[in-house]
């Protein structure tokens, strides 16, 4: 186990964040997060492990998780969509307010709910991009939607695969996250 991972086990997490319950049907255990997030990816709802593995995240990775899911899936994106995964990855590279809010303005400005809106969204919903874990459950609930929608773009007999490599992605993520914040980074 990392030893600076944010939540240890999958109680921490759902006593931080009260609206995953809510969002899943599994129930928490005391289960060291990461192999809490590998069952869920073998249960019978495997999509709750991007369910989990979008509120494990920081504000910030959790977004850049979500441009990364979405950016594998380019081919089933639209044009929208491409605009707003690089107005995101803009925020990423340099998390100024302008950013965030012209990420934000774009995507509310169009009637359209598609995977990269989400991702958009999440941007605005991730508060002071300076602080430490700068994130409401509003950020994990749109990176979560955003990636389950780019998901379902992708050929049922393709679906789980893909649905793995964005979960370890997650995972590893993670693991580079407790990395961070075990050394003071």
């Not at 997490?13 to 590998?38: G, K």
């Not at 639209?78 to 809010?101: C, F, G, K």
């Not at 774009?106 to 300076?130: H, M």
Request: net charge negative; proline share 5%.
């Amino acid at each position: 186990m990392v030893n600076g991972l944010r939540f240890k086990t999958a109680i921490d997490l759902f006593t931080a964040y009260p609206a995953a319950s809510q969002d899943m049907i599994a129930a928490p255990n005391d289960q060291p997060s990461l192999e809490f997030c590998r069952a869920l990816l073998a249960s019978k709802v495997p999509e709750e492990a991007i369910t989990f593995c979008a509120y494990l995240l920081p504000g910030r990775a959790a977004i850049w998780w979500g441009h990364e899911c979405l950016s594998q899936l380019s081919e089933l994106l639209e044009e929208q969509d491409h605009r707003l995964l690089a107005l995101v990855h803009d925020w990423i590279s340099e998390p100024l307010e302008y950013r965030y809010h012209v990420a934000l303005d774009e995507a509310t400005a169009t009637d359209q709910q598609s995977p990269a809106v989400w991702i958009a969204l999440a941007t605005g919903r991730s508060g002071d991009s300076t602080a430490a874990y700068p994130r409401t459950p509003l950020t994990a609930r749109a990176v979560n939607a955003g990636i389950l929608a780019g998901l379902a773009r992708v050929a049922i007999a393709d679906r789980l695969s893909v649905l793995t490599a964005f979960v370890e992605m997650g995972i590893q993520l993670a693991e580079i996250e407790s990395l961070n914040v075990s050394s003071g980074v």
